[in-house]
């Protein structure tokens, strides 16, 4: 019994120093490949945000602004005609 656990141990061991040597043995160029799509696929991912994002930003910042310039442009319009028709109103009732 003692020699066939110390068999045992030895073979797991084998077996262990085999895979390890099996995947020395694997030709880099598998793990390149794998390295490289990789940086093939974040390079794609980065190239498509530096595309998508700033048109994105562009039409939704356009929207945006145009909305808030609109909106200030007719409530200075209508300040304006109120303050020349406070200020008319003023003039006309100090002749009187």
């Not at 200075?76 to 009187?96: C, H, I, M, P, T």
Request: hydrophobic share 45%; aromatic share 12%; proline share 3%.
């Amino acid at each position: 019994p003692a020699s066939e656990r110390l068999s045992c141990g030895r073979g797991d061991a084998m077996e262990r120093l085999d895979k390890a040597a099996l995947n020395a043995l694997q030709p880099s160029d598998f793990r390149n490949e794998s390295s490289l799509a990789s940086t093939l696929k974040t390079l794609l991912f980065f190239t498509a945000l530096m595309i998508t994002v700033p048109i994105g930003l562009y039409f939704t910042t356009k929207s945006y602004v145009f909305e808030v310039v609109a909106v200030h442009v007719v409530l200075a319009l209508f300040v304006y005609v109120a303050w020349n028709e406070g200020s008319r109103q003023w003039r006309e009732g100090k002749q009187d």
